[in-house]
């Protein structure tokens, strides 16, 4: 068994940087962090970054969207193809911050809508998690039950992002053994926490291997996830250069795991 290619997520350069502006510099950065792919969605101009992307010999894992934009469809599939990427991953539902078993359930249906349409033109989907999804929506009933229970996983599967179910109380590798089945893509990401400060405001994200996530255990179950192509370093904010702490979190990986 093998572990999934790994990427560098664009995210952790905004908003310092933009890709409007900065693309050549940032993807210079990815690259000399030692990355070869990333996943991000460029400057809005599919063709010109695809070109930048070949320029430096990196290729997109994946593109991030969220249904409560409602994206264009159309649009996507043709950035995807210009891009040669097949992996798109939506965060958030319909309605934005109306997290309701509804809001959930209307959401789950567009999504398997969404997915099938996906699939047929060779797209893989992933819904990626945040904490949100762990928390009680009324009579024990979690948005994550609703999504494990309601997705059509031959449309749409998991990103699991380990850093967020970790934030949600969850063992992040108990987590992937369990539904190792619905899992398609993974964010891995590290974080710690101000003592004292139970909610999202006590949350500091940090290069991997430097904050609470339990690696070795996360690394453990990873080759057993079959469906899994792709995992992007992800960190959401940075207190340093961007490239800086790309770098440290694939320093740790091949140090720590060969990876």
């Not at 770098?247 to 990876?259: P, V």
């Amino acid at each position: 068994m093998t572990l999934p290619k790994l990427g560098g997520h664009l995210i952790v350069f905004g908003p310092k940087y933009t890709m409007e502006n900065d693309a050549e510099f940032v993807l210079d950065q990815v690259k000399e962090a030692g990355y070869n792919a990333i996943e991000g969605g460029g400057t809005g101009d599919a063709v010109l970054f695809k070109r930048q992307l070949d320029e430096r010999g990196l290729v997109c894992a994946g593109v991030h969207t969220s249904i409560s934009r409602k994206p264009d469809v159309n649009e996507l599939i043709a950035q995807l193809q210009t891009l040669e990427c097949r992996h798109l991953c939506n965060s958030g539902i319909l309605g934005g911050l109306e997290r309701t078993v509804e809001a959930w359930r209307e959401s789950i249906t567009y999504l398997n809508e969404m997915g099938r349409r996906l699939r047929d033109v060779g797209v893989a989907f992933h819904y990626h998690n945040h904490d949100y999804e762990f928390d009680d929506l009324g009579g024990g009933t979690t948005a994550m039950d609703l999504l494990l229970g309601e997705l059509d996983f031959a449309a749409v599967d998991l990103c699991v992002d380990v850093g967020w179910v970790h934030v949600a109380g969850r063992d992040p590798a108990a987590f992937l053994a369990e539904h190792r089945e619905q899992v398609g893509y993974l964010h891995l990401k590290d974080y710690e926490r101000t003592p004292g400060k139970a909610d999202r405001a006590g949350i500091t994200w940090r290069e991997l291997g430097n904050g609470t996530v339990d690696w070795d255990a996360v690394m453990d179950i990873m080759p057993r996830l079959e469906r899994v192509e792709w995992a992007l370093v992800e960190q959401d904010r940075t207190d340093r250069e961007p490239g800086e702490s790309l770098r440290i979190s694939r320093t740790f990986l091949q140090a720590r795991f060969n990876y």
